[in-house]
């Protein structure tokens, strides 16, 4: 299975503030990687597929960007809704893989 | 909107099964994938299978064949997904994931379904 290697498992920030968040793949899965967003107590919504490209919806604060293997989202100027865990998925390889999570805290 | 609804929580005691419902609605049951993920406390998500829902054919990941079974009820608009010989373990938040058109994200998700498992 290929394994999702998200950093950091936590991060604090203050509203305003930019963020970004890392996973990294064992191996190549193309542009076949999704971020989501999930708040306690309820289940994932879909942010970024294909590596970069905005959910429908999504503000436009948010972006994901590629690099090898290695896959980041970023946060620009942080709103009070942001703070949540945000997480991996890559859909290239059977099964598909999961990050382990970041969740992203008010300073 | 596309919404999946989920059944209630479940408490069942190890080497029991259990099957979870997810009712589609909001778009054409037939035009895309379910799939089954499931979030243990403290753990990250963990695929465990998936239907076409046109053909009823199944995949799953080789951690569950054996134990898991998904169906589909097409004119029901819902899939189910049946855990056997239930352990400890899998105390779990189980999730129905709609699979997006091009088959590589998650474009919608149902609410979750706890299931304890506690002798």
């Known amino acids: 299975d290929i394994q999702m290697t998200q950093s950091p498992s936590s991060v604090s920030a203050s509203l305003g503030d930019r963020i970004t968040i890392t996973c990294r793949a064992s191996?190549?899965?193309?542009?076949?990687f999704s971020w989501y967003q999930q708040k306690p107590g309820k289940p994932p919504t879909l942010l970024i597929k294909?590596?970069?490209t905005l959910q429908s919806g999504v503000p436009s604060r948010f972006s994901g960007s590629k690099s090898g293997t290695e896959f980041t989202l970023s946060i620009s100027s942080l709103q009070p809704e942001d703070f949540a865990t945000y997480f991996c998925q890559q859909a290239d390889s059977f099964p598909r893989t999961f990050g382990g999570g970041t969740k992203l805290e008010i300073k | 909107q596309v919404q999946l609804v989920q059944s209630g929580a479940e408490v069942k005691k190890p080497g029991a099964s259990v099957k979870v419902s997810c009712k589609a609605s909001?778009?054409?049951?037939?035009?895309?994938?379910i799939h089954w993920v499931r979030q243990a406390p403290g753990q990250r998500f963990e695929f465990m299978g998936w239907?076409?829902?046109?053909?009823?054919?199944?995949k799953y990941s080789q951690k569950f064949q054996g134990r898991v079974t998904i169906t589909r009820d097409t004119s029901a608009t819902t899939a189910y997904m049946e855990l056997s010989t239930l352990q400890l373990e899998d105390t779990a938040v189980y999730y129905c994931?709609?699979?997006?058109?091009?088959?590589?994200?998650?474009?919608?998700w149902g609410q979750g379904t706890l299931v304890t498992v506690s002798s």
């Open positions: 994931a709609r699979d997006c058109w091009d088959g590589t994200c998650y474009d919608s």
């Open positions: 294909a590596a970069s």
């Open positions: 909001g778009h054409t049951f037939s035009g895309h994938a």
């Open positions: 191996q190549d899965i193309n542009n076949d």
């Open positions: 239907i076409n829902t046109a053909s009823g054919d199944t």
